[in-house]
Every structure is written in structure tokens, then in C-alpha cells.
């Protein structure tokens, strides 16, 4: 996994000290499985083609590195012109037909992308610095909070699964902002899909169906009507965040808002 600055992601640690370097580990960006008909969906793909054990989900980082992204205390954030795309096909994607719909990995191909490692803002915590090694010299450099001196890294993760996480890590209401940009992404991958999008045999619906709470009727009817009301901003307070445990043990943020629009 190459970098574009002189370090690994594997390189950076919590610690300045040789001998408090944690192992390295393999992170998975997203690991929740109820929503993938809604990913699969908006992202162009066909039912049960998202692979989550896919390496295009993880990166390897050390464990001190991994708990803090799992927090969503740090965040993987793709270049502006990632997300550009990103959007792009997001807002065709929703207002084409099912089989107008552009496929992620034709608008964004599998291959090396561009990442900062910023703090979160929606859990934040200890303001602490990061260290990356440099194992030939044994020494460390030091990166401050909030890391803006830290170089991008080139990595093999693919966009749309860091977008997944880092809008369940970062907030702004700098509408300019790459960050603002994530959030109107994660909100349109929330939108209606064709009820018969992912069905199954004698009409049944996988675990990903639209029964699950995310999915709900009036949750769909309420974000149809944020983007009939032109997108307008949610303050912090209107957005909250619940622990969801899916079928594999491991938890994951879902979001609820409050059913009220700045300004409405």
C-alpha cells in the first residue's frame, strides 16, 4: 500500500516509542450489511454485488490507528475531485431510471485514490498528536492536531466505502467544504430504490430489505422532502447518532434526524 508523502499509512502510531508500536491490522471501512440493497442501489451496482470483504473496504493500519478510526475519531477523506465524481453520480442515480444508472466503478475505476486522515468532528477526542516511524532511522515525526501538516495518502481503499465512513465522522455547515459535499452524498444514498430491487424468490425479501427501520416509509417520505426542499442545511443539533449491531456482531452508527429543516 504506497503513500505519497515519505510515510506508510502503516507507519503512524499514537506513540513516539519504539516499543509501544501496536501491530499492524487490517481495517473495514463499513461493515454494516443492512443497507447494502440502498448502497447497491444508488451506486449503480446489481443486487448482492457490494462485497464487503472486498480489500477495496479495508486499509492497514496499527491497532492504536484502527481504534481510533473505528471511534470515528480519524477519518480517511478522498480529494475533492473524488467526491466531485462521487456526487456527479450520485444525483444522476437518482433521477435516472434503473437501468439509466451509471456503475461506480465505470465513473471511479478500481485503482490507487488519494486520502487525507482527518480528526472527527462528530466524536471527538483527546486533541493528541500522531507520530509516523520511520523504521531506518528508528526516529519519529511528530503531526499536530489536527494533522494539517500530515501528507496524503495514496491508498488501494475505494471512495465510495470511505465515504461511508467519514459521513458518520465529520460535520460542517461550510457548504464550500469537501466535508459538506460527503454529507449530501451519505444523504442521497438514503433515497427511494424500486421496491422490486434486490427481491428474491416466492417474493421475499432478503435482510436487506426495505423492512428495516432505515428503510422505512415515512423515514423515505422525510428525505424526499429534504431534497424537494433544496437541500437545505441541517444544523448539528437535528442530526444524531445511535449504536445499530449488525448480523456479524460489530456495530455501526445509524442515522436519525429529527424531522425538521433549518429555516422550515
Not at 42 to 56: A, C, I, T, V, Y
Not at 67 to 78: E, F, Q
Not at 180 to 199: D, E, L, R, V
Request: proline letters at 5%.
Amino acid at each position: 500500500m504506497s503513500s505519497s508523502s515519505l510515510h506508510s499509512l502503516t507507519s503512524l502510531s499514537t506513540s513516539p516509542n519504539v516499543d509501544n508500536l501496536q501491530t499492524v491490522e487490517e481495517f473495514y471501512l463499513s461493515r454494516i450489511k443492512t443497507h447494502r440493497l440502498f448502497h447497491e442501489f444508488h451506486w449503480g451496482l446489481q443486487p448482492r454485488e457490494l462485497d464487503l470483504d472486498s480489500h477495496l473496504n479495508r486499509v492497514s493500519v496499527r491497532s492504536d490507528i484502527a481504534g481510533l478510526l473505528s471511534v470515528k475519531a480519524l477519518s480517511l477523506i478522498p480529494s475533492e475531485e473524488t467526491l466531485s465524481s462521487m456526487w456527479e453520480l450520485a444525483k444522476h442515480n437518482q433521477r435516472c431510471s434503473i437501468d439509466e444508472r451509471w456503475r461506480c466503478f465505470d465513473v471511479l475505476p478500481i485503482q490507487s485514490y488519494q486520502y487525507k486522515l482527518v480528526p472527527g468532528s462528530r466524536n471527538k477526542c483527546t486533541e493528541i498528536p500522531l507520530f509516523a516511524f520511520d523504521p531506518q532511522t528508528s526516529s519519529f515525526e511528530q503531526f499536530s492536531y489536527p494533522y494539517d501538516d500530515l501528507p496524503a495518502f495514496t491508498l488501494d481503499l475505494y471512495p465510495f466505502h470511505s465515504v461511508i465512513h467519514s459521513s458518520k465522522a465529520v460535520w460542517t455547515n461550510d457548504r464550500s467544504s469537501p466535508l459538506y459535499t460527503i454529507f449530501n452524498i451519505s444523504i442521497s444514498w438514503m433515497g427511494n430504490k424500486p421496491a422490486s430491487f434486490g427481491q428474491i424468490a416466492a417474493g421475499q425479501l432478503d435482510t436487506d430489505s426495505d423492512s428495516d427501520s432505515w428503510s422505512s416509509n415515512a423515514n423515505r417520505d422525510f428525505l424526499v422532502a429534504c431534497h424537494a426542499a433544496g437541500r437545505k442545511a441541517f444544523t448539528g443539533s437535528n442530526i444524531r447518532y445511535i449504536e445499530r449491531s449488525d448480523d456479524s456482531g460489530s456495530s455501526d452508527s445509524a442515522l436519525q434526524m429529527d424531522k425538521k429543516l433549518v429555516g422550515t
